[in-house]
């Protein structure tokens, strides 16, 4: 029987992040413009700002998902664009 190989989750640049929200949360080009003015999300944008990449298993990143599914910037919803995070 052969091994089944692992396959971590890929580390994303905060380009790939947004088209990932966009392609699988279903996040428009308006919702990311009102998702980025939206003072609720402040923090959560700093954060991507200072991060080299977006990584799958940063809690910060799971809240920051919650918060635009919360406030309707994410249709599709966070559990959407965690199952489709690309792997390596």
């Given at each position: 029987?052969?091994?089944?190989?692992?396959?971590?989750?890929?580390?994303?640049?905060?380009?790939?992040?947004?088209k990932?929200?966009?392609?699988?949360?279903?996040?428009?080009?308006?919702?990311?413009?009102?998702?980025?003015?939206?003072?609720?999300?402040?923090?959560?944008?700093i954060k991507i700002e200072l991060a080299d990449r977006v990584e799958k298993a940063d809690p910060d990143l799971?809240?920051?998902?919650q918060a635009l599914e919360a406030l309707g910037y994410l249709p599709n919803g966070a559990d959407a664009v965690m199952s489709s995070w690309p792997v390596r």
């Open positions: 029987m052969p091994l089944k190989t692992l396959k971590n989750p890929a580390p994303l640049s905060k380009t790939q992040f947004v990932l929200c966009q392609r699988a949360g279903g996040t428009t080009d308006t919702m990311l413009v009102q998702a980025r003015a939206d003072e609720q999300l402040s923090a959560m944008w799971h809240e920051g998902l």
